[in-house]
């Protein structure tokens, strides 16, 4: 085998508890935007390309927190979209500030 050109080791992974940590009201979040999602499947899925390492990253992530890869994927995805849009709008809704016309307002007397 040539330098450098090793298989990385796969990496061991098992989900202890369904969501475990999560407070009630994540909890109840992930299961409603689950719920949707699996009322939605119909309309569309989503297919993604990625290397075996990024893969294996989401998993790693997903096992951590003690849900399933995808669920996980959802959840991220989802929050990130979520996110842009609200900084999105934010930007796009901001008045815009006074041009500066070069003009110096007059003193005050004291």
Known sequence: MM???RKPK???MS???ERAG???EVSELVSRLEA???RELAAGVVTLRWGK???GVVKRAAAILGVPY???LKQVVFRQAVADIEQAEAV???APQPKDSGRRSPSRPN
């Open 22 to 24: 999560e407070d009630a």
């Open 36 to 38: 949707e999602a699996d």
């Open 10 to 12: 796969p990496i061991e």
């Open 3 to 5: 330098a450098g050109s």
């Open 70 to 72: 995808q669920t996980y």
């Open 53 to 55: 390492q990024q893969i």
């Open 92 to 94: 796009l809704h901001r």
């Open 15 to 17: 989900v202890v508890e």
